[in-house]
């Protein structure tokens, strides 16, 4: 439980933990094996698949993953083959040999990580270990899966995928606020009233300028190329006109996410809480840096009644207008409370993650509209529905034939 075993905030990326178990379990382990919450394992077969490694040797095990395409979230890394670097997916379990766990708390020692961002876990510490061709690389377990349906009986570890079975926070609970500005009132905000607007009864659009056409709010801040963190600032002090609002819901005007699946992932956290959740990114956090953790703003961010209520208590202000939102305000968090990590929301598009990863995952949202059909995003990974042009195409076909 890394909550209790240990304290420091940033244990989600790792590296601030391995001196820690390579003290603690130098002389007793063979192999220190990682696992999530959602991961069910056989550990008798477990035991007797690790038998088969060495773990005197450099070895890093797991379930591989690949990219499909040069991804964002990966920084482009091997941009003319994404496919030859592989990455385990952590749902599935992952190994490390005791010898592999000594030389890094000594490579740690040596050259500690500078300053620098955490996206996705899973790949940085592939990389790490990689090494630039210098290290190890990720050998792939077949015993360690993802889905054991469709696989033989010798997995000894499988993803527990199970949808969020906490009931449905009442939609008019929920407050979604859109930033957006003038310049994608036509193209943009048309895609969040087919997707999210459909089934939000408190749904606002805070812009740059009032325009009645949809209706959007003048959010008090001239638009700005970057950062934003003023406009979320006022967003944030404005949803305390809403009284009897539990949630606050901040997106992009290209965030594409599902209203449904929502309610029932907020059913499973208490909105009396101080709660700040979404896909939670770092910066600085990695080994001996205190840095700060905080949701990626594409993807959306969550603040709970008692959430907004001990931000504005506080004395966490924007420095700049333009400074980032979304790191601004994890860092206010830092001194409230650590944010609350999901899998459900995504700062990209799919087509930068992983198929096979987003398989066992309860998919929420996503974000970008680049060299996508944002609709198309939202039926085929979102289960939303159609909209009405495409119901009425497919009943006429249905008659033609």
Sequence with gaps: MLHEEWADPNAWTILPILKHL???YNNKAKWIYFCEDITKID???LLKVLERYDEKKDLFLGHALHDHEASIIHHFAFHQNPASFKFPDFDAGWALSIALLERTVKRLEDK???MSFSIDVKHEIAMFFFDNEQGTR???VPEFCINKALKEDSCVSTVQYEEPACGEVNSND???AVKTCEKFHKDRVPVVQKTVGVHAQNI???SDVEDENIPTEYIGVNNTESGHCQKLYNIIKRSTEWEKIKWLVVIDDDTIMNFKRLQKLLACYDPNEPILLGERYGYGVNYHYYGYSYPTGGGGMVLSHAGVAKLLESDCRCHSVDAPDDMWLGSCFRSITPMVHTNSFHQSKPSQYNKEFLSHRYLVSFHKHFYVDPMQVYRDFLGGEEDEV???EKR???QEL
């Design 174 to 176: 929920i407050l979604i």
């Design 204 to 206: 606002r659009y805070y």
């Design 112 to 114: 500690p990580p500078g």
């Design 396 to 398: 006429k076909i249905k």
């Design 22 to 24: 390579f003290l603690t």
């Design 390 to 392: 495409a119901k009425k």
């Design 43 to 45: 550990l008798k077969g």
């Design 138 to 140: 990720l050998t792939d």
